[in-house]
């Protein structure tokens, strides 16, 4: 697992189809999710600018909310299942997560600790971008995910 570090980052256009998804059902749902994105920038003449992503928009409970789409140059005309979205920007802590995506929770644990012992709130919202194709990468020990965890700034 990477390091922990604070950064600042700036919103980031993306195009995203949103989801309300049994855990079971998410790479079903990942797989066409990405496909209906690409088919609507590929459409609109737009970019991709990074790797795919996953934005939580809230703490999954039964089901997990989910956006998942690319990065983009610029807005695209919106589709009935792809819209736009902005990857927001401000303070955030990121780490890149290596191995595979079960063994997420304890990158995640390790993160809400680091930011509990430094007084930082974490925003509801954040997301994780996948650095590693699975189709390409076969060996699940060395997946890259990278999350990004924006901290609520104090009033």
Excluded at 133 to 146: F, G, L
């Amino acid at each position: 697992m990477g390091h922990l570090e604070l950064v600042e980052i700036e919103p980031q256009p993306a195009a995203a189809m949103r989801g309300d998804v049994a855990q079971a059902d998410m790479p079903e749902f990942f797989g066409r999710a990405y496909h209906a994105v690409m088919k609507a920038v590929t459409a609109a003449g737009v970019s991709v600018v990074g790797p795919p992503f996953g934005f939580y928009p809230s703490m999954p409970t039964e089901t997990v909310a989910i956006e998942a789409g690319f990065p983009i140059s610029s807005a695209i005309d919106e589709t009935d299942d792809v819209h736009n979205l902005e990857l927001p920007g401000g303070t955030a802590i990121v780490t890149i997560h290596v191995g595979p995506f079960e063994t997420l929770e304890g990158t995640y644990n390790r993160l809400m600790e680091w930011a509990e012992a430094r007084g930082h709130r974490l925003a509801e919202a954040m997301w994780e971008q996948y650095l590693t194709d699975p189709t390409v990468e076969p060996d699940a020990s060395k997946w890259q995910t990278k999350i990004v965890w924006p901290v609520v700034a104090d009033r």
